[in-house]
């Protein structure tokens, strides 16, 4: 064997054997226990960097452990290749998103080949190929023929000179983020999925995964915002004629009222603007802000006092100004709300910019002045106060008294509501699954007969026009309406790209030609068994994931209601950031010692940040894995940080992880690893070549190892396995050579396999051994050398520790003691004196008292 591990060599080499046999094909029909693997599957923007590497590193050493555990594993990989940026691409490159996306899957797919993932590339799929969406759109069909899709009028944000609807990350201080234009709300035609029919089982569902970290199953419980509270009206005051609905969660609060804010949209606001130019120019204003809740609740807090009023409830001789305010959303409750400016931030900030009153009606501890001062609302609990019949009660006490008076009275009602809205499924863009609607002037929103799908984008469009190229096509929307052959038009938004990864993974375990999947196939592997990626996707993606195949339930389509049994957030990849001194962003390759290599001119060190394109801090594995191996970059990406942590990149770290690569080999290498031929013995770590007596300890660290290691892998602390690795390679490099130090070895290398499989197959194949590492069975675990039978006691004088002594576990004190007293260190310091008091801690410490 060689004496340094050369792993460019050995890198293509047991990768192109690994293809040649199909390790890592799933097999359906096998009689073992099934795990499925997956990793969030990848945008294919251009290449991978280490941010990639370290998530999809994560799923291949669990995917490996599990084969070599007996289990059929399901490990696939695809593409989420539908969205914005191939279309920016497109405009700022000339040339097809197509084209460029496909030649990016191309690029990534030998990157991730480069680094040994053990992947079933056999169900490789692409959301932007019509095998995929073609089904995607069928199930649309199935959704909307079970009342799950309707069409309806909703604000966007919309570009007046790219002619686009921009998502709200891509308004910037209300301007498109491209062309710098002011951004207006409109109202478009938009189809949305019923999310909220499931409003409750998503919300329930979450009890049951315990697999899951608790914050995303918080955060998820947050965006559904369950709330019981009251809907009421506010009677009228002449001129106005009609009584104003409200929603609040607080009606403990309701005596400190002290406005009624109602939306821009609101048919009241509407009246108003119709009569009165000022409130018109005003709704004009609140329609360059935000579209969502978030947006609203960090915006500037805007009103227009109508001149109206209304009766508060309690009280016919107090009454409350109505106010059109931009931070309120028609399709939140009935689209007013109660202002309390004492007990809400927002509502506060609104009453002290037009000097409303702010009335405690919650005591803040002891504080019970109706006067509320300050900046910061008090929303804790405590005593309801200045608020009359309510005066003592505790909050919820409270709700509970003004829900029953509502209705009693009845002018309200106790409500459930929630945060959730419905999904936006509506894109006016090009690069998405064409939705399969067709528009008539008779017949109306008619679907694409089934025997017509799927539905393909048409690949001759051009970008040098602003606005969706499918609205100007010249033949693609012009079709004949399925019901009545008039001439009619395609719909020409496409799908929200959430849509496409809210399904791939029924995909990736059933692809039959004739459907979106086989029910009975699918259940198979469904649900997955470990899922991982960014917790950036902790609400949006896996909600609308949960929302989707519990609807696929609903139907009848798959008996599957949760996707992900096991969830796994890792942490990112971090880099420092460099800026030119021009502001320009510089990657890591165009900085040296401070400076910016073309220009020489110092440059600007920024924060270390999550690995990004726009950030330009990117470290791209290709030239990584040129000069130390797949390896290497495995190993770096598995040890130094927890990983559910952020991973800060080093080139100290991957160089650390290229000489404990070379460590493994030397090891592998050893003399007394002697070449067997096949069918001489078994792969178990009782099974060597090396002669000379066992040796006990080594033994015992090796079996305590193979458990340890285990267990870390099932519970995804990879980098507590590799410090256990760490320690048996140290463990064997002490110990001398014998049969126990052979045995070591052997099973050092399959213990590794998961994690540094190329230099695990070099050193199987150079021994000897029959078949591949990879298809090898993990180390059976000798229950016996896994209880310790020594133990090391601490020898103290005075409370100084002078020795230690190695002593059979659960010795007799008496021996203990002798053991103690006949150490040399211990007779030194002693200087012949005996110890006035001997305290002996069985199996841990002896003191003795001078």
Not at 414 to 443: E, F, K, M, N
Not at 481 to 491: L, M, T, V
Not at 509 to 531: C, H, I, M, N, T
Not at 616 to 631: C, H, K, L, M
């Amino acid at each position: 064997m060689a004496v340094r591990f050369n792993p460019l060599a050995a890198d293509a080499r047991w990768q192109a054997a690994w293809d040649a046999a199909q390790c890592f094909r799933a097999d359906s029909d096998s009689a073992g226990p099934r795990s499925y693997v997956l990793e969030m599957f990848p945008y294919p923007s251009g290449r991978i960097h280490m941010g990639h590497v370290r998530n999809y590193t994560m799923g291949d050493v669990l995917a490996r452990y599990r084969r070599m555990t007996g289990h059929a594993v399901l490990h696939p990989m695809g593409w989420d290749a539908f969205g914005m940026p191939a279309e920016n691409a497109a405009m700022e490159k000339g040339v097809h998103p197509g084209n460029w996306t496909r030649a990016n899957i191309a690029t990534m797919k030998a990157e991730l080949k480069r680094l040994g993932f053990a992947l079933d590339w056999s169900r490789e799929l692409a959301t932007c190929e019509p095998d995929y969406y073609g089904h995607e759109q069928a199930l649309f069909l199935d959704l909307l023929d079970a009342g799950l899709v309707y069409r309806k009028e909703s604000a966007v944000n919309w570009d007046p000179v790219d002619n686009t609807v921009l998502a709200n990350e891509q308004v910037i201080d209300g301007r498109g983020w491209r062309s710098g234009a002011l951004v207006e709300k409109r109202k478009l035609n938009q189809w949305f999925l019923k999310i909220t029919d499931f409003a409750d089982e998503l919300l329930e569902g979450l009890q049951s995964l315990d697999q899951w970290p608790d914050k995303v199953r918080l955060m998820q419980e947050n965006w559904i915002g369950r709330s019981r509270g009251l809907t009421f009206r506010f009677a009228p005051l002449a001129p106005l004629a009609e009584s104003i609905e409200v929603y609040s969660t607080r009606p403990d609060t309701i005596f400190g009222a002290s406005f009624v804010a109602i939306s821009p949209d609101h048919p009241i606001a509407r009246e108003i603007a119709g009569r009165q130019p000022d409130a018109a120019a005003f709704i004009e204003q609140c329609k360059a802000g935000g579209t969502t809740a978030a947006e609203l609740d960090t915006q500037e807090k805007l009103g227009f006092d109508t001149g109206l009023e209304v009766l508060h409830p309690f009280d016919d001789g107090w009454t409350l100004p109505v106010y059109i305010a931009n931070f309120v959303l028609m399709d939140y409750g009935s689209g007013a709300v109660m202002g309390v400016p004492a007990h809400d931030q927002r509502d506060l900030e609104f009453a002290r910019r037009y000097g409303l009153e702010v009335r405690r009606v919650v005591a803040d501890g002891d504080s019970a002045d109706p006067v509320f001062e300050g900046d910061a609302a008090y929303t804790g609990l405590g005593a309801v106060v200045n608020s009359g019949f309510l005066d003592g009660m505790d909050v919820e006490d409270a709700k509970r008294a003004v829900i029953e008076r509502a209705e009693a009275e009845g002018w309200g009602r106790g409500s459930t509501v929630y945060r959730l809205r419905d999904w936006g499924v509506s894109r006016q863009r090009y690069w998405g699954t064409p939705i399969p609607i067709i528009h008539c002037d008779a017949c109306g929103a008619v679907p694409v007969p089934r025997d017509q799908l799927p539905v393909v984008l048409p690949e001759d469009v051009g970008f040098d026009v602003p606005g969706n190229p499918l609205d100007r096509h010249p033949t693609w929307k012009h079709v004949d309406c399925p019901q009545c052959g008039a001439k009619a038009r395609r719909e020409t938004d496409t799908l929200d790209t959430f849509v496409d990864s809210s399904w791939y993974f029924i995909r990736f375990a059933s692809q039959p030609d004739d459907k979106a999947f086989d029910r009975a196939e699918a259940e198979k592997w469904l649900p997955v068994g470990q899922y991982i990626g960014g917790v950036e996707h902790a609400i949006l993606h896996l909600l609308y994931a949960r929302f989707w195949t519990r609807a696929l339930k609903h139907l009848g389509k798959l008996d599957v209601a949760e996707p992900f049994a096991g969830l796994f957030t890792q942490g990112m990849v971090t880099h420092e950031t460099y800026k030119a001194a021009d502001g320009r962003w510089l990657s890591p390759g165009e900085v040296r010692n401070g400076r910016e290599i073309a220009t020489g001119e110092a440059v600007e060190l920024g924060r270390v940040e999550k690995m990004s394109k726009s950030k330009r801090n990117t470290v791209e594995p290709g030239p990584i894995v040129d000069q130390y191996g797949a390896d290497a970059v495995r190993w770096f990406m598995l040890s130094d940080s927890p990983p559910e942590r952020d991973l800060p990149w080093s080139e100290a770290g991957i160089e650390g992880s290229w000489r404990f690569v070379q460590r493994l080999w030397r090891l592998f290498a050893s003399p007394e690893i002697l070449p067997r031929k096949a069918g001489e013995g078994d792969h178990s770590p009782q099974a060597n070549g090396g002669g000379g007596v066992a040796d006990t300890a080594l033994d015992r660290k090796l079996h305590q190892t193979i458990a340890g290691v285990a267990a870390d892998i099932d519970a995804l602390a990879f980098n507590k396995a590799v410090a256990k690795l760490y320690e048996l390679v140290n463990a064997i490099e002490r110990a001398q050579p014998s049969a126990s130090r052979t045995a070591a070895i052997r099973a050092l290398a399959l213990l590794v396999a998961p994690m540094a499989p190329h230099v695990a197959e070099e050193a199987w194949a150079a021994w000897g051994e029959t078949g591949l590492i990879a298809d090898a069975s993990w180390p059976q675990v000798d229950p016996a050398l896994l209880v310790e039978d020594e133990v090391t006691i601490a020898i103290q004088v005075n409370g100084k520790l002078r020795d230690t002594l190695t002593m059979p576990k659960g010795a007799a004190r008496e021996d203990v003691e002798a053991a103690a007293l006949s150490s040399d260190n211990v007779v030194r310091f002693l200087e012949g004196r005996a110890p006035k008091k001997v305290i002996v801690v069985p199996d841990r410490l002896v003191n003795l008292v001078a």
